[in-house]
């Protein structure tokens, strides 16, 4: 699917005010405003985390695949967040079938189950070269 | 109790996962949140899930979910007026 140039954002720091080492969305391939959205992050052996998780066989920790679907789904909304917080308050269902290494291209995947009262309930699921390395249900609110 | 409301009774039970507690432990008027189950914001959104998915019914807003998480009955009745539309 082809989404509409006008709906994928390219300047993902305007949208998010995660900031670097923390944002963890390099870039927005298909967005639907409340309906899908499908991000990628390419895993680059000089990303912080990796130092030391681990040093012998650097490997992306597994909430921080957790961590990129949530911010992927931020552009779920149909206006960009801009500096507005947006905190996990709950993962649900959370599967890791299989890590992710420096050099992958990661397609993060998010749709929304349903919202009520400020809190967004999403599913999402990390895929590298059609490859499940990880599913699981967020809650998210936004402050 | 009507079959409408043991159905409600087990669908908070399963849906929020309240291992070991049966239907005719929930008391019809005893509030959901607060006192009575002590629910929280996320139950409630669990909740406005469940509902919609067993019962076919839509919570639209803040202010229909607080008239119908008022209590088991409310609920029930909530469900019972918006699933005949």
Redesign the interface.
């Known amino acids: 699917m082809t989404p509409a140039p006008a709906t994928v954002p390219a300047d993902i720091p305007a949208h998010l005010p995660h900031r670097y080492p923390f944002l963890l969305v390099d870039r927005i391939l298909e967005r639907e405003p409340g309906v899908r959205v499908v991000a990628e992050k390419l895993v680059t052996i000089g990303e912080p985390h990796l130092q030391g998780h681990f040093e012998e066989r650097p490997l992306v920790p597994g909430v921080l695949l957790l961590e990129m679907l949530a911010q992927t789904g931020g552009f779920l909304e149909a206006e960009p967040l801009h500096g507005a917080a947006i905190f996990l ?2 993962v649900q269902d959370a599967r890791f079938r299989a890590p992710a290494f420096p050099g992958d291209r990661l397609r993060l995947e998010v749709t929304p ?7 967004m ?1 999403l599913k999402g699921t990390v895929s590298c070269e059609g490859r499940e390395l990880c599913t699981a249900r967020l ?1 998210v ?1 936004r402050l | 109790m009507s079959d409408l409301k043991l159905r409600v009774k087990e669908m908070i039970i399963e849906r929020l996962k309240l291992e070991g507690m049966t239907p005719d432990q929930i008391e019809d008027q005893a509030p959901l949140f607060g006192e009575g189950l002590g629910l929280d914001s996320i139950d409630a959104l669990e909740l406005v899930l469940g509902i919609e998915q067993v019962f076919g019914v839509k919570i639209e807003d803040e202010a229909a979910g607080m008239k119908a998480f008022k209590s088991v009955q409310a609920l029930t009745d909530f469900i019972a007026e918006h699933a005949k539309a």
């Not at chain 1, 189950?113 to 809190?119: C, H, K, R, Y």
């Open positions: 308050a709950g189950e349903g919202a009520f009262a400020g809190l309930k809650l609110k």
